[in-house]
């Protein structure tokens, strides 16, 4: 037998027995036995980020290699679809049209290794810094959502990302608050042993046909619930009328106040240096500066306008959240470029303070042409070969 077949199945093994170990644990403490194996979303984003990672390790980097770290803000609305149209391709666009003017050809040597999906935090992209630099990149590119000081953007954390982070950081993560976004150890474990076995398209098969029988469960449910109570909504209906209520303001797809302030999190009472963000922030641009990566970190916009008209404005304290931001970036030689407040109302599309990507009214595109012009002084020297 091979030695990469002996792994594998060693892998297999490894995780077959910590399954028992799980199973039997839940039936004699009386926990929920599903509780580590991941939700159908979170396998799908372990099954794109994984798959993108390794094809840039087997690809020859290109000599302005930009490793793109972004959530949802930085997606279209149809993520895949229109993947071209979001912002880290546009910000390749653009610097690689600014580098042409400077040296006609240069703007071929920019490449992007995006590290993108939605719900993904400053914990999930320290979970995957160590393959990231393994991609050789020149840049690094990290929106900082100020939404990652909430307790709710951080529960939506896509944790399984730690199955990409080898178990020799078992000392750092030790030490650092990733129980804050939800990561337990055996998690962790489980994780890691379906990359090791490669067992994460079967398992993302499992979840997505366990997410199809839950689906149509609740579909009969509530088909019955209609049946039987007439011209009365369902539950399912009224729970999620209930939520968007709560959600936006009466007739429009912007926040209200509460969906607001419960995004904004510490950023409304004032974000401390120790702040469990800040930490993980801090430790993935330590590790790049110490593998000699250049970072621009940016703060992306939120819709102001809509903050002072539903009177949240000006509590938060965007300032002091930005300033925590940037001495953390200072430290560690890594640049800012604040554009919280450059955006008016009409280029978000919801209460989330997604993009617009109308050709009259393109946030991306926006975003994409700040950042590209705040990289092009250090995209010209690393293409003269400096540090």
Request: aromatic share 8%.
């Amino acid at each position: 037998m091979r030695a990469s077949q002996a792994i594998q199945w060693g892998g297999r093994l490894v995780l077959a027995c910590l399954v028992a170990v799980m199973v039997a644990s839940a039936a004699l403490e009386g926990v929920d036995a599903m509780a580590v194996p991941y939700s159908p979303v979170q396998v799908d984003a372990l099954a794109a980020i994984d798959s993108t990672l390794k094809t840039a390790r087997k690809t020859q980097p290109m000599p302005l290699r930009i490793a793109f770290f972004g959530d949802s803000l930085a997606q279209t609305k149809n993520a895949f679809a229109d993947f071209s149209r979001s912002t880290p391709p546009r910000i390749i666009a653009h610097l690689g049209s600014l580098l042409d003017e400077k040296r006609p050809g240069l703007g071929k040597s920019v490449q992007l290794v995006p590290v993108i999906y939605s719900g993904l935090s400053q914990w999930s992209y320290f979970y995957v810094h160590d393959q990231v630099i393994e991609t050789r990149p020149a840049f690094a590119v990290i929106e900082f959502n100020l939404y990652n000081f909430s307790s709710f953007w951080r529960g939506r954390d896509r944790k399984i990302l730690a199955a990409l982070l080898e178990l020799s950081f078992l000392p750092q993560v030790m030490a650092l608050p990733t129980g804050s976004a939800g990561l337990a150890t055996d998690e962790w474990f489980f994780g890691r042993a379906l990359v090791e076995a490669e067992l994460v398209d079967p398992w993302r098969r499992t979840q997505r046909e366990q997410a199809r029988f839950a689906s149509a469960y609740w579909q009969a449910t509530h088909a019955v619930q209609r049946s039987a109570a007439g011209r009365d909504l369902g539950m399912l209906k009224q729970h999620t009328l209930s939520k968007l209520g709560r959600d936006v303001v009466a007739g429009s797809n912007r926040a209200s106040a509460a969906y607001s302030r419960m995004l904004l999190g510490a950023t409304l009472s004032g974000v401390t240096e120790d702040d469990a963000a800040l930490r993980m922030f801090d430790a993935v641009l330590a590790a790049f500066a110490r593998a000699g990566i250049r970072t621009v970190v940016y703060i992306p916009p939120y819709n102001l306008d809509h903050l002072k008209k539903t009177g949240v404005l000006p509590d938060p304290d965007f300032e002091g959240a930005i300033e925590k931001v940037q001495s953390v970036a200072h430290r560690n030689g890594a640049r800012l470029v604040d554009l919280h407040a450059k955006l008016p109302d009409r280029y978000f599309r919801d209460q989330m303070d997604h993009l617009e990507e109308r050709p009259e009214v393109d946030g991306h595109d926006e975003i994409a042409r700040s950042l590209a012009e705040a990289m092009l002084e250090d995209a010209m020297r690393v293409a003269a070969g400096e540090r």
